[in-house]
């Protein structure tokens, strides 16, 4: 027995063969493919086309409901992340997006996860956003079976609580950038036990998988979920700390230590270029977004029964928008099984704990909420959302030890948590019922509630007679447990998006005419798809989002909009459409550089503007006059790129690129330092001699002259320690041979 672990006998903890591992290794990467074989087989379509029906020429369907509680799938996560792509594609460091709104940093907005090689290249592919998120729910998989064979938990656990939180509610509903770093939660407790086993047996190395797993965590471009799973992480250490002798303890300080630091170098580049944007942009309304929880009411209910009201978004509750996935009956009633039994395990006391605080935080509980708002920037956080990784991994925890208790021989009846798992299904039906939820607004499926209801009692009764089962009790409980879990996460995908045609033509012709110009749109491509396809679009959807955009938005072009949503005729409230908007204030936009607006074929804007496309989902209207990307008073220019333009000018001149101002840019005028000042309070300016010049723009990582030397200086310590290890460990391999 490894010292400081628990001590539990069980005999279900033995070394496993090689072909057993990978035939569990087989199976776990089977479960994601087996989990999307509708969208695989060509029968459903991505979620991200979700943001795309106004484009649909083929008369594509979706629904009944939604497939994904996040449309962001599509706006942020698919549309920069293909940006970034293509960027990295083209040998260039995706540091800026020239093609959303009026420019803005691309790395640094952290939701393109623009760094997050090489997991984002997958977005190259055909089809490319599936199996990225194929390639991390197997990451997921892989890495918590090896955590929980760590915590000396049989085989057959292991493999079942990896695959429960591979089909967990999160990556169910949710397939935006929040998506990518849960994957590394696992993969970064795996990290701490290595280190921890390191430290006991006096060995080098140990932390390069936790090191590996933090920062992918931070590069995977959601900092809200690697925040929160990093305090799971630390709480998780203390509880182990606790039960390890003193001698262990000073050198497993030092390599975490030191994996702290090179983990602060490798993220250095990233959390600069973050923070830099962080500091100059508009986050009107974040401050409160901690205090944000469910209706335990209307809302537990959903959490153990995730479709009892339908598919997502039916009855239109503020859950659907408040929600970032499920639990699942069978979950909960195994996971309640497991802290009872195996209590004084400090793990199972460490995930309990953590689960029942995220439990009580998202119902809103008050002292709760009161404490956990009191450490620093939770209160940005909406932890009603982005703690259910974490309450999803922690229960498959406690599940898997339940198991394992059942295959040890030590326990077989499960009645009493799931006589605790009734009750409290019960009480949030009845809750639901006096709510009135069943009566609101939406149709009611009943073949969605009649599944829900079914699938709780028959798992109830199967749970109860375990007994009965003898020897294959343990395969009954925890397969029925699985193949909920399989059942809930494919439901979602019976919504997906099917037939749907993009009309492309459009797209090439505002590729092909579009020149350095923007184009404004009305509805039928939305915002940020300008990115995915390089043609620069002035609308955009993103947090956080450049405050002297907004201000220039709103004081020069449209002053009702939404400071993170310009999508048309998105939460305007009582004032005007951008319809309205764009017919009485088309030439500000020209001014911004808009050359084109798009729009359905039903809005008429002839009387303000020139039509130059048509087809069955959108037209294209010319502007009549427009501000060219680079301008200057009695100059000649000629662009070579958006970065760089020859000048010829009679006298010294300003010229101006409609680009937006940020501190990192440089210039150079005929090779020569040059200062760029702001026009109109967001655009680019620089003064010109008289005369012929060349002038370029360059935009640099924030305080990188010492943060990029520093993340090479992480990286080859990270490599030189992986070098160190594996050597040791060749070294001691070898040493009983020689002996």
């Known amino acids: 027995m490894r010292p400081g672990l628990d001590p539990y006998p069980s005999p279900t903890s033995e070394a496993m063969t090689r072909r057993a591992t990978y035939l569990v290794i087989l199976a776990l990467i089977v479960i994601p493919f087996a989990s999307r074989f509708e969208i695989l087989t060509g029968m459903r379509q991505q979620a991200s086309l979700t943001a795309l029906p106004m484009m649909d020429k083929a008369g594509g369907e979706m629904g009944p409901g939604l497939p994904t509680v996040e449309p962001n799938v599509g706006f942020t996560s698919f549309a920069l992340g293909a940006r970034a792509v293509e960027d990295w594609c083209s040998g260039h460091v995706p540091l800026w997006n020239y093609f959303e709104g009026t420019g803005a940093p691309l790395a640094g907005e952290m939701q393109s996860a623009a760094l997050f090689l090489p997991f984002i290249l997958l977005l190259k592919l055909l089809s490319g956003q599936l199996y990225f998120h194929i390639v991390l729910q197997i990451v997921t998989g892989i890495c918590t079976f090896f955590f929980l064979r760590k915590l000396r938990l049989g085989a057959a656990a292991s493999f079942f609580g990896a695959a429960l939180f591979e089909l967990n509610g999160t990556f169910a509903w949710i397939a935006n950038t929040a998506y990518n770093p849960i994957a590394f939660l696992p993969m970064s407790l795996l990290g701490l036990e290595f280190a921890i086993e390191a430290a006991e047996r006096r060995a080098k190395g140990g932390w390069l998988i936790l090191c590996a797993g933090a920062v992918w965590s931070v590069y995977a471009g959601f900092p809200e979920v690697a925040f929160l799973d990093a305090l799971l992480i630390v709480a998780y250490f203390l509880f182990r700390a606790s039960r390890l002798a003193r001698a262990v303890l000073k050198p497993l300080a030092f390599k975490l230590g030191l994996c702290l630091v090179v983990t602060l170098l490798l993220i250095g580049p990233l959390v600069a270029q973050f923070t830099d944007f962080l500091s100059s942009s508009d986050i009107e309304g974040r401050p409160n977004s901690g205090s944000a929880s469910l209706d335990p009411r209307t809302s537990l209910i959903v959490l153990l029964a995730p479709y009892i009201y339908g598919p997502i978004g039916n009855f239109h509750l503020p859950f659907w928008r408040q929600a970032a996935g499920y639990l699942g009956f069978s979950l909960v009633v195994l996971a309640m099984a497991g802290a009872g039994w195996r209590w004084r395990s400090r793990a199972v006391q460490c995930f309990a704990i953590w689960a029942v605080i995220c439990l009580l935080k998202v119902c809103g509980e008050p002292l709760t909420t009161w404490l956990i708002l009191k450490i620093p920037a939770l209160k940005l956080v909406v932890l009603v959302r982005w703690l259910m990784p974490s309450l999803e991994f922690s229960l498959a925890v406690l599940a898997a030890h339940a198991i394992d208790e059942l295959f040890s021989g030590a326990r077989r009846s499960l009645w009493i948590s799931t006589v605790l798992g009734m009750g409290a299904f019960s009480v949030s039906l009845f809750l639901a019922q006096v709510m009135g939820v069943f009566q609101g607004e939406g149709s009611f499926l009943f073949g969605y509630a009649a599944l829900n209801v079914i699938m709780v009692i028959f798992i109830a009764m199967a749970f109860c007679c375990t007994p009965q089962f003898g020897r294959f009790s343990p395969w009954a409980a925890s397969s029925l447990a699985l193949l909920e879990a399989f059942l809930l996460f494919n439901i979602p995908l019976i919504s997906a998006p099917r037939?749907?045609?993009?009309?492309?033509?459009?797209?090439?012709?505002?590729?092909?005419?579009?020149?350095?110009?923007?184009?404004?749109?009305?509805?039928?491509?939305?915002?940020?798809?300008?990115?995915?396809?390089?043609?620069?679009?002035?609308?955009?959807?993103?947090?956080?989002?450049?405050?002297?955009?907004?201000?220039?938005?709103?004081?020069?072009?449209?002053?009702?909009?939404?400071?993170?949503?310009?999508?048309?005729?998105?939460?305007?409230?009582?004032?005007?459409?951008?319809?309205?908007?764009?017919?009485?204030?088309?030439?500000?936009?020209?001014?911004?550089?808009?050359?084109?607006?798009?729009?359905?074929?039903?809005?008429?804007?002839?009387?303000?503007?020139?039509?130059?496309?048509?087809?069955?989902?959108?037209?294209?209207?010319?502007?009549?006059?427009?501000?060219?990307?680079?301008?200057?008073?009695?100059?000649?220019?000629?662009?070579?790129?958006?970065?760089?333009?020859?000048?010829?000018?009679?006298?010294?001149?300003?010229?101006v690129r409609l680009e937006s101002f940020e501190p990192n840019w440089r210039a150079t005028v005929n090779g020569q330092p040059a200062a760029i000042g702001v026009h109109d309070g967001l655009f680019q300016s620089i003064d010109v001699p008289a005369g012929v010049s060349t002038v370029k723009f360059t935009y640099r990582c924030p305080r990188g002259a010492w943060v990029i030397p520093l993340f090479w200086l992480g990286a080859a310590v990270f490599a030189g320690a992986g070098v160190i290890e594996l050597w040791a460990r060749r070294s001691a391999a070898r040493a009983p041979q020689l002996a």
């Open 499 to 655: 037939g749907f045609s993009i009309d492309m033509e459009a797209v090439a012709f505002l590729r092909k005419n579009l020149g350095l110009q923007r184009f404004y749109t009305l509805g039928p491509i939305l915002p940020n798809y300008g990115s995915a396809w390089g043609i620069a679009e002035l609308n955009y959807d993103d947090m956080p989002v450049d405050k002297h955009l907004v201000d220039y938005y709103r004081a020069n072009l449209d002053p009702y909009i939404s400071p993170y949503n310009t999508k048309p005729n998105w939460g305007r409230g009582a004032g005007p459409s951008c319809n309205e908007i764009i017919r009485r204030n088309h030439h500000a936009f020209g001014r911004a550089g808009v050359k084109y607006v798009a729009a359905f074929p039903s809005e008429n804007l002839s009387g303000y503007m020139r039509l130059v496309y048509r087809s069955e989902a959108m037209q294209i209207y010319e502007l009549p006059e427009f501000t060219s990307y680079f301008s200057g008073s009695d100059c000649e220019l000629k662009p070579l790129s958006r970065d760089e333009v020859a000048v010829r000018c009679e006298h010294p001149s300003k010229i």
